[in-house]
């Protein structure tokens, strides 16, 4: 199946079509790979719950059922679900019974709400720091979990691995995302895997991805910060960004990610993949100008969309928040810059 046939194959898995996306103001050239049709179960998404206390315990969660609907009708209509999961296995890398009644509860309210969901198995710094032990527990994670959901609707897709790195190099990956993708295959032989290349999920390295010719139901992601000096300007886990104050979005942001989208959209067209943007944000912490995020956002959003590749925004909640959980309510700002309204 090849890439205007997957897409055309995803608009097939929505319920409803979602709102007609806006006019671009900017395209991403003759390279642009092609839009996803309106309706489809990975169009608009953003990242949920990889922080939030509820796999610890549920009546600490900031995350409520009502949630999923108010994503919902807030415009967006999947969500990629943040997974750590290596801290609720046992010593025999058994996923703890309570966390795994807890994702069911995510898959059936997110699905039930019209939500496409994403399961990202998100422990890149565990895998970065121990790459045998990773390997194992990767392995064992998706040999519990692919199974588990193998009945559910095609608009539940899986995510082998957030943004390798580190040891975790390009033939590294390649022979591991190899490794799990054949696990999933055992019991989901058509279902949606997203994978991404290395380098935190890195654009520049997709040339580096090695995927099986045959199987034409993987999507493919790539994560965008930049500049990076400026999305992650006062971040303290990111390097030396934590004194980093007072960087400008200029436009000249816009015009590298169109350039760079380019390239993501040439690649896709000469390799016949459809792309994801799987993450792209500034930081809310940093005392940025409220109004240069939203520029930003804008941005990447417009571009991204112009150049054919759903997204994801970086997140919901915690942090590059764009729901308020004191205040319950979106940050419109940055809401109305993912979801502009008619």
């Not at 994503?71 to 046992?90: E, P, Q, S, T, Y």
């Amino acid at each position: 199946m090849g890439f205007r046939h997957f897409l055309a194959g995803l608009a097939a898995l929505a319920a409803s079509a979602c709102a007609s996306a806006p006019s671009e103001t900017a395209s991403a050239g003759d390279n642009a790979a092609p839009a996803a049709p309106a309706a489809t179960a990975f169009r608009r998404g953003v990242n949920i719950i990889g922080y939030d206390p509820i796999w610890e315990d549920a009546s600490k969660a900031r995350f409520q059922e009502r949630h999923f609907g108010e994503i919902k009708r807030g415009g967006f209509d999947f969500v990629r679900v943040n997974l750590m999961a290596f801290r609720h296995m046992d010593g025999e890398n058994r996923l703890d019974p309570k966390w795994l009644e807890r994702l069911d509860w995510v898959v059936r309210e997110a699905t039930e709400a019209g939500l496409g969901v994403i399961l990202d198995e998100h422990d890149f710094d565990p895998c970065a720091k121990d790459v045998p032990t990773c390997r194992v527990k990767l392995a064992a994670f998706w040999r519990q979990v692919a199974p588990r959901y193998k009945d559910t609707p095609a608009s539940v897709a899986y995510e082998l691995m957030n943004e390798p790195y580190g040891p975790v190099d390009a033939a590294t990956w390649n022979e591991m995302s190899a490794e799990l993708l054949a696990i999933v295959r055992e019991t989901n032989p058509t279902r949606i895997v997203v994978i991404g290349p290395t380098q935190w999920n890195n654009f520049s390295q997709l040339k580096t991805l090695k995927l099986p010719e045959n199987d034409r139901n993987i999507l493919v992601t790539f994560h965008y910060y930049e500049p990076f000096r400026f999305t992650h300007q006062g971040a303290s886990w990111a390097g030396d960004m934590k004194d980093v104050k007072g960087v400008q979005w200029t436009e000249e942001g816009r015009l590298q990610a169109r350039r760079d989208f380019a390239e993501v959209a040439a690649w896709a067209g000469a390799n016949d993949r459809p792309v994801l943007l799987g993450e792209f944000g500034a930081y809310d912490k940093s005392g940025t100008p409220v109004d240069q995020r939203v520029a930003y956002t804008v941005a990447i959003r417009e571009e991204a969309e112009a150049a054919g590749f759903p997204w994801a925004y970086w997140q919901f909640d915690s942090n590059f928040l764009v729901w308020d959980m004191e205040k319950n309510g979106w940050v419109e700002p940055i809401h109305r810059a993912l979801i502009p309204r008619e």
